[in-house]
């Protein structure tokens, strides 16, 4: 029996333990959700490649890893704040990460689902999971944003005017095309296969000048190394393409195909995305990219604004040795550590006392009424 209670007693202590330990990571408390050591550890490291892709290195890499991690335990809470709003609002955004997925699989270039979460992986470093719960959350945030902030920003013609008359020489273009390819390889073919290739590549480019979706034909069909991303090649100028490419499309419009044109390693379709000629752009040309340049400075003082009214109705806790750079002025976010909320003990009198106190506050006579049983009163 001894043996028991002593084996009862090193299992409740180990779990003990163990809840300490787990408790002990977490950083902070947001309503319902918390955020851990580790999660923070992992978006730092995110945060670090990010810049790294961007091209920062050495003392400005430095600088900016300095300047962002100040604000990573704040951007975290946004973000869970933001998806509970959305839960709150029922904003459903099935259909976005529904789309959103299956270009990602066309992407991939396969209809296998393992093999398209292990493609996921390899590109994010994340489990499927855990990519499609961040994927997800992220759609939320920004309904959620536009619902309860976009909307109420407004951006006059006035603005937009005056904006373009400042600026008209950031809208001086050169003349441009934007290019999509499929490429059917003649590599290693004989004659024949040479032939086959070339009657291919002649009847996509009869299909997509008929209207079908090109970058579906180029990731089923292409050879390239851009089928995957729907063949998209990028923006060129004059001189920037191979003479016999730049004579097959610069005088095409936009959505124009070529036929299939005869290159050492098969055969290339072009398709024009888009056509900009050089010179002065509109204001209606212009008034796009103008809308997003003012959008801007409006846009993120409101955003925080709603996020520190979402900070003033939340249950937030934050624990010593972090914090949080959104926090909203005068609140109290100290952190209560589970191991200090130990239970009072009382004795079975205090507790008869107290019952006592509560019925004879309930009995007390109110001037003008009389009481009845349980505290209810009528008037005389």
């Not at 330990?21 to 309503?31: F, R, S």
């Not at 945030?141 to 006035?158: A, D, L, M, N």
């Not at 008869?352 to 106190?357: H, S, V, Y």
């Given at each position: 029996m001894k043996f028991r209670l002593l084996g009862a007693l090193a299992i409740a202590s180990a779990c003990l333990a163990a809840d300490v330990?787990?408790?002990?990571?977490?950083?902070?408390?947001?309503?319902g959700d918390i955020v851990s050591q580790d999660e923070l550890q992992r978006l730092s490291r995110e945060m670090v490649q990010e810049l790294k892709a961007q091209g920062a290195a050495g003392a400005q890499l430095d600088q900016a890893y300095t300047e962002r991690q100040k604000d990573i335990l704040r951007d975290r809470i946004d973000e869970l704040l933001l998806v509970q709003k959305g839960k709150e609002l029922n904003v459903n955004v099935d259909s976005d990460v529904t789309k959103y997925m299956t270009n990602l699989q066309r992407q991939s270039g396969t209809t296998d689902?393992?093999?398209f979460h292990e493609w996921i992986r390899q590109q994010t470093g994340m489990p499927y999971e855990d990519f499609l719960a961040e994927t997800r959350n992220q759609f939320l945030?920004?309904?959620?944003?536009?619902?309860?902030?976009?909307?109420?920003?407004?951006?006059?013609?006035?603005e937009i005017q005056d904006y373009y008359e400042k600026h008209k020489s950031d809208f001086v273009r050169e003349e441009?095309?934007?290019?999509?390819?499929?490429?059917?390889?003649?590599?290693?073919?004989?004659?024949?296969?040479?032939?086959?290739?070339?009657?291919?590549a002649k009847q996509l480019a009869d299909d997509a000048s008929k209207g079908q979706r090109f970058s579906d034909l180029a990731r089923d069909n292409s050879d390239a190394s851009t089928a995957k991303a729907g063949g998209v090649l990028g923006a060129y100028k004059k001189g920037d393409l191979a003479k016999e490419f730049e004579a097959a499309v610069w005088n095409l419009p936009k959505g124009g195909v070529t036929q299939p044109i005869r290159i050492a390693t098969g055969?290339?379709?072009?398709?024009?995305?888009?056509?900009?000629?050089?010179?002065?752009e509109t204001l209606d040309e212009a008034k796009p990219e103008i809308e997003n340049i003012l959008y801007g400075p409006k846009m993120q003082p409101k955003v925080r604004e709603y996020l520190t009214q979402l900070r003033r109705t939340a249950f937030l806790q934050i624990k010593p040795g972090y914090v949080d750079t959104g926090a909203?002025?005068?609140m109290n976010t100290a952190w209560q550590d589970p191991v200090q909320l130990k239970p009072e003990t009382v004795t079975k009198a205090e507790v008869?006392?107290?019952?006592?106190?509560k019925r004879l506050l309930w009995t007390v006579p109110i001037p003008g009424t009389k009481t009845t049983v349980e505290g209810k009163s009528s008037s005389r």
């Open positions: 330990e787990i408790v002990d990571q977490i950083v902070a408390k947001v309503n689902q393992d093999k945030t920004r309904q959620v944003i536009g619902q309860e902030v976009s909307r109420h920003i407004t951006i006059t013609p006035k441009k095309v934007e290019l999509s390819e499929i490429l059917i390889s003649t590599q290693g073919k004989d004659a024949a296969g040479i032939a086959a290739a070339e009657k291919k055969f290339e379709i072009l398709k024009v995305d888009d056509h900009t000629k050089a010179g002065l909203a002025a005068g008869e006392q107290k019952t006592r106190r």
